[in-house]
């Protein structure tokens, strides 16, 4: 809607035309009465009344209520004639003297006559127009005249300049728009309306500093916030007292149609197909604007703009699904007092537009509020409370609360992050593949290399805009400063990149990016890396960075890589659950294990299959020798492992069981443990953890043994239920003595754990597979058969038992212990490495 002002409400009281004093800033003197005209003067003014009106194109209903006005002698023919041609309406044609003295001939005569046209002309050298209507009224009948007698040639504006326009053809119009200039006037009765599509409007004019000589500086100032979503004609009339009026600034303004939104919320957010962009509004009251986007279906393109619709920022970063906006606190103090309007809030406003390249389909995304975001329990949602409390406050997208643990947050780590990181090579024009891959959340990188190279730095803060990113090069004890784009020459040895990212709130994180030019100044080079591929370098010397008491030893499969895939990626040896990743999941797949365990694709045999790939603190311990270390391994890292699991609590101390099975068996008491949960399930959803099989009540098998798929429904567990009970004869029902060493049958918790636990050690540690990666990769160089003595067919078991494994030791703080680690190495090793279907 638009707000009128109420001088506009009196006007329109009268169909927008009889209330003088309420439009026109005049210099008539009201000193007389409103003489009654006779009847042939009546006629007359009926006329005039008529052809005034024309002028504006008045409604029929505004001219009879005139012509009312004018014959019960409320108004005089002159005050009505007066009242048109010094209106916005009339004065925003634009009309000069030569037009004005035409169209007020034609009012009084129905006629333009040179005559009394050149007569007008010579009174407005002189005189207002006011006065010059008043004299081609009375020289026509003085029955005419305007009540009062004007006198005098009033305010004369002579000149107009502007500096900024307060239109904005071909794009939005948000916020508080301004119309900045000067005028020379010949006195102080100057005004200003504005008008939107033809309604006058709240618009506010300010000067700045004194008048010099009739010259002012102002600013006219509106908001937009009232106005309704479209093209809207926009318009600001300098009128004078002497009738005449100069539009100082006009055209075409787009508002967009706006979502308010508001600090501490999360909103679901959406761009339809077919349109380009969706805007927001929020008021942010005395604290800055934080505006995160995750979720995102494509990549978007976000702007922010102040109070006043100027542009603080955009953000993009494609191939990355979060995006950030950032905007200090306004100075709405000082706003108020430029503009004039009052109650300014400390308002931004927020495009979100699709990208060029995006694929025009509908866009989702949530909008998050807060500072932090946060993924917790399936859903974005909004952070509250200090960045150093233990604590934090989250908020969903139905204003639902939940205070939790920070650590157990699922704060995303957005700020001072970074969004891209290039290397380029100046020799060869490419850039160099860092190892990892890059991706924002991951804050360690490493390249080897064994010449000199010129490199130059290319990156961008997540944060885009608001956040600052610096580079320092650290070689030998001697620090220098690399700019971006800056070449930079690698020297011999190691060399220490950091980047730095000072985020918007000041607060900063850093990258690091471990360069080795030849060997170290050590001697892991010579003792470590000398003995793998130069493929594996880069990975190495990024675990050796971070954690140096780490030993590394190669195990030469003597084996083509291509071959060990082939094998690898048949006969349902390696399987992926079609409901977790069915992007991952071979075409035609038949269901090997129920509920929808099929094969997975050949890229992501050869992914998991490639050591290459797990070069990292947290996915190394796949590779993790599993033996019993006292040292290593406590009851309470145990007790880490299990913790929130079906193990947690209860009638049994597991903790306690699995770390003697672990200690009895020679065999990694956190191996067991997160065997058990990767067999059994995070919340026992298999009947052999419970003892509750139907047909086989009382038989525990927490590690599946003997539990070989098939394809009826449940086979599996019953197979493995048969197994807990008479070992691999279920038919003939006779233990051999080596499955009594197994403390067969398995009745009771502690003698299937235990037992079990003595039967991987037999079957599998005893026999050289002592990692997570030979357990399920039987690609041991032992004269025995390949492939065959594969502990589980799920493709992700020795990553993600290797990932539980990490977490435990990092909850207890063991990470950066002597751990030892067995690392395959294959013939015609591919490449490129690396990559899973999206």
């Known amino acids: 809607m638009f707000i009128r002002r109420p001088e506009y409400l009196a006007v329109a009281a009268l169909s927008g035309i009889l209330a003088i004093a309420a439009t026109v800033v005049t210099a008539i ?3 007389t009465g409103i003489s009654e005209p006779g009847r042939k003067s009546m006629k007359k003014a009926d006329d005039i009344v008529v052809r005034a009106a024309d002028l504006t194109s008045s409604s029929d209903d505004a001219v009879k209520i005139a012509k009312s006005q004018v014959e019960d002698g409320l108004v005089s023919c002159g005050d009505y004639v007066v009242s048109v041609m010094t209106s916005p309406e009339y004065l925003l044609k634009g009309v000069s003297d030569s037009q004005f003295a035409n169209d007020l001939c034609y009012v009084i005569y129905g006629e333009v006559r040179q005559s009394e046209t050149d007569a007008i002309l010579e009174d407005l050298q002189n005189s207002s127009r006011i006065v010059a209507i008043d004299n081609a009224l009375k020289y026509e009948d003085k029955a005419l005249r305007a009540s009062g007698k004007p006198s005098g040639k009033g305010s004369v504006i002579s000149e107009v300049s502007l500096s900024t326009a307060i239109d904005s053809p071909g794009e939005y119009t948000v916020g508080i728009r301004e119309a900045s200039g000067s005028y020379t006037a010949s006195g102080d009765e100057v005004r200003t309306d504005f008008f939107v599509d033809g309604s006058l409007y709240y618009g506010y004019l300010k000067y700045s500093g004194d008048s010099n000589n009739g010259h002012r500086e102002f600013v006219l100032s509106w908001d937009t916030a009232d106005c309704l979503p479209g093209r809207h004609e926009v318009y600001a009339l300098l009128r004078s007292s002497d009738g ?59 702007s922010l703009y102040d109070l006043k619709g100027d542009l603080i920022g955009t953000n993009e970063n494609p191939g990355i699904p979060y995006v950030m906006l ?37 866009i989702e995304y949530a909008m998050v509020q807060s500072r932090e975001c946060a993924y917790f329990d399936g859903s974005y949602m909004a952070v509250s409370g200090d960045p150093g409390s233990a604590k934090v406050k989250l ?10 643990e920070r650590k157990k947050a699922g704060i995303i780590p957005i700020n001072g992050a970074l969004s891209n990181l290039d290397i380029g090579d100046l020799g060869t024009g490419e850039y160099l593949n860092i190892y990892p891959e890059f991706e924002f959340k991951k804050r360690d990188y490493a390249y080897y290399l064994n010449d000199s190279k010129n490199i130059t730095f290319a990156c961008t803060a997540l944060e885009g805009y608001s956040a600052e990113v610096s580079i320092k090069a650290e070689n030998n004890g001697s620090e220098v400063e690399v700019g971006q784009g800056q070449a930079f020459e690698i020297p ?32 892991f080079s010579e003792n470590t890396l000398q003995k793998f591929p130069v493929s594996y370098y880069s990975g190495l010397w990024l675990v050796h960075n971070l954690k140096p008491s780490y030993v590394f030893k190669p195990y030469y499969t003597n084996l083509s890589f291509d071959t060990a895939l082939a094998a690898e990626d048949s006969k349902g040896r390696s399987l992926i659950q079609n409901s977790s990743n069915p992007s991952w999941v ?25 050591p290459r790939n797990f070069f990292t603190p947290e996915k190394i311990f796949m590779f993790e020798m599993l033996g019993f270390d006292s040292k290593v391994h406590t009851v309470d890292g145990v007790r880490e492992i299990i913790r929130g699991s079906f193990m947690d609590g209860g009638d049994y101390d597991y903790a306690q069981i699995i770390y003697e099975a ?26 052999l953890s419970r003892g509750d099989l139907t047909g086989y009540e009382g038989y525990y098998n927490f590690f599946n043994i003997g539990a070989y798929a098939t394809t009826e429904p449940g086979g599996a567990v019953i197979n493995g239920a048969k197994y807990a009970q008479w070992g691999r004869d279920w038919e003939g029902q006779e233990i051999t ?74 909850s207890i703080g063991m990470t950066d212990s002597g751990f030892e680690f067995i690392i395959p190495v294959y013939d015609n090793m591919p490449k490129t490495y690396g990559s899973l279907p999206s």
Request: with cysteine; charged share 25%; hydrophobic share 30%.
């Open 662 to 687: 672990g200690q009895n068996a020679g065999v990694s008491p956190y191996f067991l443990a997160s065997r058990i949960i990767q067999e059994m399930g995070y919340n026992g959803e298999s009947a």
């Open 492 to 523: 011999q040895g190691e060399t220490l990149i950091t980047f730095t990212v000072t985020s918007f709130d000041g607060n900063s994180d850093s990258y690091s990016f471990y360069l080795l030019n030849g060997d170290d100044s050590g001697d």
């Open 244 to 302: 005449r009026g100069t539009v100082i600034s006009g055209g075409e303004i787009r508002i967009p149609e706006k979502t308010t939104i508001a600090p501490g919320t999360v909103e679901s957010g959406f761009i339809p197909s077919g349109k380009d962009d969706s805007w927001y509004m929020i008021d942010c009251g005395d604290e800055n604007c934080y505006v995160d986007f995750a979720g995102l279906t494509d990549d978007i393109r976000v």
């Open 395 to 404: 908020t969903d997208g139905g204003n639902n609360t939940y205070e939790v």
């Open 586 to 610: 071979k075409p035609n797949s038949q269901v090997y294990d129920k509920p929808d365990w099929m094969a997975a694709k050949t890229e992501v045999v050869s992914y998991y299959l490639d």
């Open 737 to 810: 003595d080596t499955e009594a060493s197994y403390l067969l049958p398995w009745t009771s918790v502690e003698k299937a754990i235990k037992g079990g636990a003595i039967w991987i050690a037999t079957g599998y540690i005893d026999k050289g597979q002592n990692t997570l990666y030979f357990q399920k990769f039987d690609v041991l160089d032992d004269g025995t058969e390949k492939y065959n003595h594969q502990y589980a067919q799920n493709i992700q078991m020795a990553y993600s038992e290797g990932m539980r494994y990490y977490r435990s030791y990092d």
């Open 29 to 31: 003197s009201l000193d």
């Open 326 to 362: 950032r905007g200090r606190k306004q100075d709405t103090a000082a706003v108020q007092e430029e503009t004039g309007i009052a109650g300014v809030s400390n308002c931004f406003y927020i495009c979100v537009s699709r990208l060029e390249s995006g694929s025009g389909d509908d």
